[in-house]
């Protein structure tokens, strides 16, 4: 098993920055992909960063991609998500996800169901 919780959220300005952390405890020794994913009110989840357990494989949404940065520290077992120039829609829930089944094969995956563990998320509300 392995325990995730995500923090850093937080109510903005649109154009701001936050960056959100997500700290795995458990069953980390044999590594672990995490990816970002977030839900807005009303709207399905949605993929937002990945990356691979070395750090050298990433993975962006488009709408995500020159605006966010993700990032590791594995001696602190902890991955960021450094978002910038925020905009409205990107108002959500925050998740982080693990996926032990994707170090592997070294991929940052945007696909919720490969992931099998979920932190509680937090809050990101962007104001216009």
């Known amino acids: 098993q392995v325990q995730l919780v995500e923090s850093g959220g937080g109510f903005l300005q649109a154009g701001g920055s936050l960056r959100l952390s997500c700290v795995a405890s458990?069953?980390?020794?044999?590594?672990?992909?995490i990816g970002w994913f977030r839900q807005a009110p009303g709207k399905e989840r949605e993929f937002v960063a990945a990356?691979?357990?070395?750090?050298?494989?990433?993975h962006y949404a488009d709408s995500v991609k020159s605006r966010f940065t993700i990032s590791r520290e594995n001696a602190k077992k902890t991955v960021y998500l450094q978002m910038n120039s925020l905009k409205f829609e990107d108002t959500a829930v925050y998740y982080c996800?693990?996926?032990?089944?994707?170090?592997?094969?070294?991929?940052?995956?945007?696909?919720?169901?490969?992931?099998?563990?979920w932190g509680q998320g937090t809050q990101v509300t962007v104001s216009s």
């Open positions: 990356i691979s357990w070395s750090g050298g494989s990433i």
């Open positions: 458990g069953s980390t020794d044999y590594g672990y992909v």
């Open positions: 996800a693990a996926s032990r089944s994707l170090v592997v094969v070294n991929a940052a995956s945007a696909a919720p169901d490969e992931y099998d563990y």
